[in-house]
């Protein structure tokens, strides 16, 4: 973690979710440096022991004779977190940097600033880390107007117009997958290796008939069980028509207001790319962004605000 | 267990569900002499287990001079149970009785026959246990003609008409309510004592989002969470949102088929009042049966059967 200069390190970039925490050190021309990534996320850490975990992933790109600024993101700004940060009500602009909360520390080294989530009233909903990229987004397309997709755990989706974001919603598709899949009666029909290739056609059946307007989600998914015992439903594609079930009705429940919009998805790896195929299955072309680079992007932004702030 | 005598069981009736057994001790007159019940449910037993599981659980009421009557219903007839009872196909008459299989047993002074569960091709699906309580439903009824539901962890909607279950279908609400409750992050809003009463308000709060057309069920439940964090939206209140949502979904996923027909919930306790009561809320007005008397009355009417066959 040393084999960088610690004089070459301008600022770190954090992105500190419930589960992991991933920086980055990065020169004053925006270079990366160095990765570092740990499992030492938000719920696994009391208050008191995030400088600490900090320390233990970037402590070797500080400087001894000058501050280094640490800009954070994420859940590690939640009330259960370091130090709260408060949410930004939409609409607003993604980072409301003057409501970026700067916890206490022992570390003369560290200036740590963490960036609020976002909230919103009517419907009730709330986003903290993805606001980051959505910032991102805007720093390299500031003109950008349209709905954005964020999948993970949590998707998000929220509609950007003249550099805010106006409104966003949250589906629990992720961890419906995950406990339905691992958990529910349905494990029965599912098991096996979850990592070989997605059954292409299972997932197109699941998201036709999820994305449907009058199919719901609660009679639809005791049939994958009932189609493995009478038909012979093969566990992969009963996973891979879960999945497809799950975001068709994803799909088929944006806001109506977001119908022909363009779309742009943010991710990497499988997930954005399902997400995508899913689009464009239903006759949706969206573009993709890459998570990481908009992240820093974002990040960054939140940085140059602060150098402008001092 | 043994304060019975023997002579005086005519025969034994046995509920056997994938977590639990129960049984009856009952005169030639249909009177109920005795129960038992344990925690040897159909997934805790291995095929050459189950026949100890009953001898431990009724072994004290049998006769040692005669061949004992057992008649069971349940998961005790899956593939993985103690010997599988295939379905019969709907349309059917709920009491399949030529399709009634018997396992091979060690003890002489018992006979068992399992009741075979039902199925439906299209949609798939699949009952085990539950048709019984429709045949004990049509014993005491034989001219009913509607629509029955059964509420449990998996609740059951059946059609009913001419003596024959002419379709049924499966949601998984309860088995959801549980997952999303316990172990989604909508649990961080919902711990504190489950056992107090429902708050009811917020019950039919979230029953009539839920049976709204409009309303997807994945794209309203983190809103229970942000809720939660932004509104002081309590644990109870939160629980009884989640429930009310859920059954909300469930009623309104119903086959459109059904709309208008007479219902009848069967079962006991607070999970069926909750069910009657959703069911008033939104205008259906439902008889209740008593889920024990009817479980009796369906197995009675097999036992029925296998003596007139004898």
Not at 135 to 153: F, H, I, S
Not at 222 to 236: D, Y
Request: hydrophobic share 45%; charged share 20%.
């Amino acid at each position: 973690m040393t084999d960088i200069s610690a004089t070459a390190v301008s600022w770190i970039a954090v992105d500190w979710g419930t589960s992991q925490v991933r920086a980055w050190a990065l020169s004053a021309r925006g270079e990366i440096l160095q990765r570092a990534s740990s499992a030492r996320g938000m719920s696994t850490l009391a208050p008191d022991q995030f400088e600490g975990a900090l320390l233990e992933l970037v402590g070797g790109w500080l400087a001894e004779d000058r501050v280094t600024e640490v800009v954070a993101c994420g859940m590690v700004g939640a009330r259960q977190g370091w130090r709260e940060a408060p949410y930004a009500q939409v609409p607003c602009v993604p980072l409301a940097g003057e409501r970026m909360v700067s916890p206490t520390l022992g570390d003369p080294r560290l200036r740590v600033s963490i960036i609020p989530g976002l909230c919103q009233r009517t419907p009730a909903d709330v986003i903290r880390g993805e606001e980051i990229q959505i910032a991102g987004l805007l720093a390299e397309q500031p003109d950008y107007r349209g709905v954005v997709c964020l999948p993970g755990t949590h998707s998000k989706w929220a509609e950007v117009r003249d550099g805010q974001v106006v409104a966003f919603q949250t589906f629990m598709t992720g961890e419906l997958f995950a406990l339905l899949s691992q958990q529910s009666v349905l494990r029965h029909g599912m098991q096996g290796d979850a990592d070989q290739p997605m059954d292409e056609v299972a997932f197109v059946a699941g998201l036709h008939a999820g994305a449907q307007g009058s199919q719901r989600l609660i009679g639809a998914l005791f049939g994958l069980r009932a189609e493995g015992l009478l038909e012979g439903l093969t566990p992969p594609a009963a996973r891979a028509r879960l999945s497809g079930l799950l975001i068709g009705q994803e799909l088929g429940a944006l806001d109506e207001r977001w119908r022909g919009q363009q779309v742009c998805v943010i991710g990497g790896g499988e997930l954005a790319e399902r997400y995508r195929c899913a689009l464009d299955t239903l006759g949706i072309t969206a573009l993709t962004v890459d998570a990481e680079r908009v992240t820093l992007a974002g990040l960054a932004a939140a940085h140059a605000n602060l150098q402008r702030g001092a």
